[in-house]
């Protein structure tokens, strides 16, 4: 056996130890060219892979684009506003920071304390700061806290235009009025920085970051004038308070292009805390849908979201579509005995004596109800009811802001002499404010639809890229003669008839008065309404002022057709102005 | 008495063979290892224990007992341990056994044996031992080997230890490698080729059925797929069982991917950050690759196949069979580590559980590899110069 062994030894041992060498060797080469395939062909995807799973994305809120009036006010800003958090495993002197965080934000230590203390990756301490307390804070240079900038919307004028700007929510994006309708001009692209972390979430120092920049929101630039706007509100305040009304709305715009100066629903509220319920209504004892009822009801824009009985001003259409159709001129003679009979109903004028005879035109001062009755039964239902349509009142007017109420009409079918006859004189029907000013505008501007609207154009926040908007207008929706009729109609109500309450001296103005009881009948609730327009030649201002439920007086033409004249003794002059300047 | 003439003559011959080569191949590896266990350690160590070099220290410390124990093994003549070939099998089952009382339990799988301050898995010694005994058992049964009857023992002895391995550890790749080394300290010792192109096909064909039957039972969604049967699905398909099984397989994917040929820089490594949970244990070679590029990851496995041309080297010229056998079953021990490794980190088979030689953490296995070399060192002292 010690002979043999050395022999077997030296040939088959060892070639076969040769052998397992070059097995092994075959199978390294496997694995190397598996590490080939790997690290050369499939390394542009798992590099890709690991970087998706190393960095984390975080966003940079762009800042929103400013919406601004026509005089170049800003009515909606942004305000820069910090976040201060702490990063746990970057703090090193534990206890100056919570010092530090307890005086800059008047916090409590065992607040703070507990947050410092937390073993976690970030943690926010308070967001919403002051800029100046992020900078003092920032200057202070401790390891760990991180005051990071942000935006957040800003009204200068608190709760002026309130229902018509809207407001925006955590996001920064629009929760209601212009503010949703222009979201995606104002809202800019939001940037990102990327940064390397390690798989729990700290970053990693030395990797740094790749900050894609947010671009910033389009600023709007609306036909709101804030002067018309705030004193708008001011008189709709003055008139709430003194008539101890419900609501009062206030809409001002120009007939001609439909560009809305002011529109006016107080309560107005605080855009800057849009989610806090007036005094006088109890917003802490009531559930959370509850709540959000009260909020909405809150944010209502009243012009445009809810409708209503417009009553007289409504005779502005009757006796638009009554001159059109050739159903009636300006000449004919009428006789108000106090009522007129429509089959066997007897519908009562307001007066109740009558107005004996008068012409259209007087009829049309004395808002008498038995002419406008016996002008719609001419007309007829079928030819009422295509004015309706060529009129534009069965359509939404088409405004920038959302939530538009439509009209509430009557089936053509179910018109009979008696619904007709009270359609004549502006009830048992519901359109918003915002249809009935839209539609006198058309009917006084010469016969032309005007869509009414707040946006103007949008512009970069240096002006370049200015893109203007423009809005569809209908053609010959009355003639222009009737136009004409019209206005010289509606200047006589106001010079000499029931709206003589709105004239200003030394402007020739237009309008129509309204009264109108609200459903159920009986309940003694009213509208006062007045609609004017001046100059009543070529108007450029249209104005209309509801007053919801006042007590005591409530006639239009004498508590409504007031808020207008104050209105126009103001802003006329002012438009004036404003129109010399430009030319 | 002619083996103890032999042995006085060469001790007596100053001529006598030290391995430079081998020694510095792995002292380059072990070196080489501390600095990435630094590396893919720290992060986490400094995380978990407030300590970067925590995991460091610990493999210094176990690496220089390690050395300390290679130059007693290499000063000792080889034959000094056959005697004790049939107590390393016996010490081997009853470690094993003694793992059901007093196994501590780690990741999920008992390993390991804590006597006083020191751990030690038995699936190390039986892998040592293992060795021993084969060589041994293979010397005595002499011309016996050729014949049927003792190829088969020799294939035989191994499978109780192996089994055991398997069910009491829960640790499948030391039973491969103890089946391995026996496999290989066989193939070197029998002339005989046929069988084992025989037993290879059978294996080959053996673990083909058993992924076609587990791909089938996953087809027919039948839910009594074991852990085992899952790894299997996971390593098909990876990015499928990213969350389960799948997850080390696809974050030591990621490492070595995006290392791509130039590596991010020693240090640089993303992955070792938290996503590829302790990376400085099994997974390293990922990390390596993804520090090291595909240069540094063919770096190591040049240095491993110089190492085991180093063993082929000695068991070619050792002085008998019986070093020869020992070193081909450490050589077997080493590259079967090695292949199965890296065929795991880069998803070439099967994920399970196996660490590399010399550069992964693990105090235990880091002591019994170098007790190894030890050895080989010792036969390499048996070769005479003038042999070479």
Known sequence: ?583 | MAQRNSSRRRQSNSENFMDYSLLFIVLFLLGFGLVMVYSTSSYEANLDYNNAAYYLKKQLFATILGLIAMLVVANIPYHFWERFAVIGYLVSVVLILLIIPFGHESHGAKRWLYIGPISLQPAEVAKLCMILFLASMICTMGKQIRYRKGFWMVLLVPMPIALMLWKITQNMSSAIIVVGIAVLMLFVSCPDYKRFILLGLAAVAGAAAVVFVIVQMAASQVDSLDFRGARILAWLDPEAYASGKGFQTIQALYAIGSGGVLGKGLGASMQKLGFLPEAQNDMIFSIICEELGLFGGFAVIIMFIMLIWRFMVIANNAPDLFGALLVVGVLGHIAIQVILNIAVVTNTIPNTGISLPFISYGGSSVMFLLIEIGLVLSVARGIRLKDL
């Open chain 1, 1 to 583: 056996m010690m002979d043999e062994m050395p022999y077997q030894h030296k040939t088959y041992h060892r070639s076969k130890t040769v052998v397992v060498m070059f097995l092994c060797l075959i199978v390294f080469g496997i694995l190397m060219g598996r590490l080939v395939y790997l690290m050369v062909f499939r390394s542009e995807y798992y590099t890709m892979k690991a970087k998706e799973l190393h960095e984390r994305e975080r966003s940079i809120k762009a800042a929103r684009g400013r919406i601004i009036d026509a005089g170049g006010k800003v009515l909606a800003d942004n305000k820069t506003v910090c976040t201060i958090s702490v990063i746990h495993s970057q703090i090193t002197d534990a206890e100056a920071v919570i010092a530090m965080l307890c005086k800059e934000l008047g916090l409590s230590e065992e607040y703070v304390r507990k947050r410092v203390e937390k073993y976690s990756s970030i943690e926010k301490i308070k967001s919403n700061v002051d800029k100046s307390v992020g900078d003092a804070i920032r200057a202070y240079d401790l390891a760990g806290v991180k005051v990071d900038e942000d935006y957040k919307r800003y009204y200068p004028y608190d709760s002026l235009g309130s229902k018509v700007l809207g407001f925006t929510g955590g996001d920064n994006q629009g929760i209601i009025g212009l503010e949703v309708i222009y979201e995606e001009y104002l809202q800019g692209e939001a940037g990102t920085i990327l940064t390397v972390t390690d798989a729990k979430g700290v970053e990693v120092a030395e990797a740094g970051e790749e900050r894609v920049e947010p671009v910033g929101g389009q600023d709007l630039y609306i036909s709101m004038d804030m002067n018309i706007q705030s004193y708008a509100t001011q008189l709709a305040l003055q008139t709430m308070e003194t008539k101890e009304a419900d609501s009062v709305s206030i809409l001002v715009m120009n007939p001609q292009n439909g560009e809305i100066y002011a529109m006016v629903n107080v309560p107005e509220f605080n855009l800057n805390d849009p989610y806090t319920l007036p005094d006088t209504v109890d917003g802490d004892n009531v559930s959370e849908e509850k709540k959000q009822e009260l909020l909405n009801g809150m944010w209502r824009n009243g012009c445009i979201n809810d409708t209503y009985e417009p009553g007289s001003t409504f005779k502005i259409i009757t006796a638009a579509a009554g001159l059109e159709s050739g159903a009636v001129k300006p000449t004919d003679t009428f006789n108000c005995p106090g009522f007129i009979m429509v089959e066997d109903r007897k519908i009562r004028c307001h007066k109740v004596g009558g107005h004996g005879a008068e012409d259209f035109v007087q009829g049309t001062m004395n808002s008498c109800n038995p002419v406008f009755i016996t002008v719609g039964l001419r007309i007829g239902v079928e030819r009422y009811y295509s004015y309706f349509k060529q009129f534009g009142l069965l359509d939404r007017t088409g405004i920038d802001l959302p939530g538009e109420a439509g009209t509430i009409m009557h089936n053509v079918d179910n018109i009979g002499p008696v619904e007709l006859a009270t359609i004549s004189f502006g009830q048992s029907f519901q359109i918003t404010p915002i249809q009935l000013a839209v539609t006198a505008s058309s009917i006084i501007n010469g016969g032309r639809r005007i869509t009414p609207h707040f946006g103007v154009r949008v512009a970069d926040n240096d002006g370049s890229n200015s893109q203007v908007f423009s809005y569809p207008v209908r053609d010959h929706v009355v003639s222009e003669e009737t136009s004409e009729t019209m206005r010289y109609i509606l200047e006589q109500v106001v010079a000499e008839g029931s709206g003589k309450n709105g004239a200003v001296e030394g402007y020739r103005v237009g309008g129509k008065t309204a009264t109108s009881q609200t459903l159920p009948r009986g309940s003694g609730r009213y509208i006062a309404s007045f609609l004017g327009f001046a100059p009543a030649d070529d108007p450029q201002v249209l104005a209309v002022a509801i007053i919801n439920n006042p007590q005591g007086t409530y006639y239009g033409g004498q508590i409504a057709a007031p808020v207008v004249r104050q209105l126009f003794e103001n802003i006329l002059p002012y438009l004036e102005k404003m129109d010399y300047n430009k030319t």
